[in-house]
Nanobody
Framework: QVQLVESGGGLVQAGGSRRLPCAASGLTFSTYTMGWFRQAPGKEREFVAAVWWSGARTSYADSVKGRFTISRDNAKNTLYLQMNSMTPEDTAVYYC????????????????WGQGTQVVVSL
């Protein structure tokens, strides 16, 4: 049984930082492309970042490029999202997801999902 468990959410002041871990189990973590998505109230779930199996290749949404960093530790089966210079527009539920192969920008591309962790950025 595949499990992806996000943590690290909470309240952050604008301009602050937060790191979200996602612990994976039940899959061969090192062979999966991993992604972060987010969903704000009343909006569709949107792509944030992805990292390929070795960690050498990454991709980011324009809205987070230069502020967020995705990384992975295959020895610990853990995915990370480091968020810096946060703004209220970053307020959302953040989800990690696992992709076996293929396209990576849409939620439908992913095979497994976590339950999400809420991040609120206040002024």
């Amino acid at each position: 049984q595949v499990q992806l468990v996000e943590s690290g959410g909470g309240l952050v002041q604008a301009g602050g930082s937060r790191r979200l871990p996602c612990a994976a189990s039940g899959l061969t973590f090192s062979t999966y492309t991993m992604g972060w998505f987010r969903q704000a109230p009343g909006k569709e779930r949107e792509f944030v970042a992805a990292v390929w199996w070795s960690g050498a290749r990454t991709s980011y949404a324009d809205s987070v490029k230069g502020r967020f960093t995705i990384s992975r530790d295959n020895a610990k089966n853990t995915l990370y999202l480091q968020m810096n210079s946060m703004t209220p527009e970053d307020t959302a539920v953040y989800y990690c997801a696992a992709l076996n192969s293929g396209k990576y920008l849409l939620p439908a591309d992913y095979d497994y999902w976590g339950q999400g962790t809420q991040v609120v950025v206040s002024l």
